[in-house]
């Protein structure tokens, strides 16, 4: 997919000084970083800023320093060509190209009705099937799965698992030697063990630093983490997402005065879009400052935000890891 061109810089901007000597038309200082930029419009050509031409069907792009065709449209080349839709089929999200409706799959350059058999259902995307719960792909039918006494369908529903204490043999479930169950037993909690120490890294214990002069401790630990997206207006795809991590800060101090402790927390994500392979991570930080006096704590929040790309597409995100350390203590 290609993208209208915005110029040999993305933002077009001049430094203080050379904006300063040569003041060119159709610029302004920018009044957060004190920097030369061109005009909304307008986009930099050397040490000028030069009229941005937006062909037809065409308008400026959100920064104003290059344009980008109107939805309904694609680029090709220097103009923007109507996106002809075959049947069955609506503009995609990014509203440059097609895709097929729920219930039809693309073949070549039309979209087709997917043929459901019996005992199966569309699949997620809307663009396949699958069989139905307690049924399994034969070919291009769901024949019924045929599960054995003492057994159950598993969390796929296309398979089967023998009931506790008992295992399986062939296509059977019989009963489990007293060794056997024994052995399960432990096999279980090893799991369920692992399984407690890979959400004990999501989010991380305790973590102290000791204040020099006094030599008292001060720990922040995590208590909490909630995580939500926001979806986009078409509530097709996440545009970004916040986290919110509740802490508690403590300390030993006997004296009579107080601590001043900096606490920083880090969230990392991952997250994948609709159309990429992979996931991709990303993180933020937030700070917080806590005065605390003898065998004193307090609680705090860090709230933390991640924006997406609309050309991302983001579908699926969630926290991978959220933490709280000790930037500083000092004695006020």
Known sequence: MKYPAVGAALFAVFTASAFAQSNPDNASRNPYTGSGQCNHGY????STCVKVEPPENASLNYLGNGWQCNRGYRQSGASCVKVELPVNASLNYLGNGWQCNRGYRQAGSSCIKVEIPENASLGYLGSDWQCNAGYVQSGQTCRKLAVPEHARLDFTGHAWACDQGFKRSGEQCVVMRA???????????????????????????????TEDQTGSDVCVSVTDVSFECRKNIDETAYTGCDANVSYEVSTDYRGRSSLDAEIECEV????????????????????????????????????ISFSFSSFAEVIRAKVSSA???????DLE
């Open 43 to 46: 986009r930099q050509s050397g």
């Open 179 to 209: 060794q056997e169950v024994q052995k399960e037993r432990k096999t279980n909690a090893a799991v369920t063990a692992l399984i407690k120490r890979r959400r004990a890294r999501t989010v991380t214990g305790e973590s102290c630093e």
């Open 268 to 303: 990392e994500i991952s997250y994948s879009g609709r159309n990429t392979y992979g996931q991709r991570s990303d993180s933020e930080t937030d700070s917080d400052s806590h005065s605390l006096e003898a065998a004193d704590s307090d609680s705090g929040q860090a709230d």
């Open 323 to 329: 933490e709280c350390h000790i930037e500083s203590v």
